[in-house]
């Protein structure tokens, strides 16, 4: 059974941190791609990082570059997301996604992050 469990969320105030882990398990790990995504209501979920299957690539979204990194370990089939001086645009549930080279994609419950000013 494939399940993806995010934890590492709660209330922060705006230039906290948090970080984020996503801990994988019945599937390869190490031959999937791995993102965070966000949600907010009414918005279209936005990918905010992603790393390649080796952690050798990442690439972020644009208002998170500098502030946000995202790493993996493959030994613990766990990706994280370090997020640094947050701030309250931040606020969604953020998911963590694997993406192999064919579908299905793998989706996590989603945990909450909230910045307050």
């Known amino acids: 059974q494939v399940r993806l469990v995010e934890s590492g969320g709660g209330l922060v105030q705006a230039g906290g941190s948090l970080r984020l882990s996503c801990t994988a398990s019945?599937?390869?790990?190490?031959?999937?791609?791995m993102n965070w995504y966000r949600q907010t209501p009414g918005k279209e979920r936005e990918l905010v990082a992603a790393i390649s299957s080796a952690g050798t690539n990442t690439n972020y979204e644009d208002s998170v570059a500098g502030r946000f990194t995202i790493s993996r370990d493959n030994a613990k089939n766990t990706v994280y997301l370090q997020m640094n001086s947050l701030k309250p645009e931040d606020t969604a549930v953020y998911l963590c996604?694997?993406?192999?080279?064919?579908?299905?994609?793998?989706w996590g419950q989603g945990t909450q992050v909230t910045v307050s000013s």
């Open positions: 996604n694997a993406r192999g080279y064919s579908p299905p994609d793998y």
């Open positions: 019945g599937f390869t790990f190490r031959n999937y791609h």
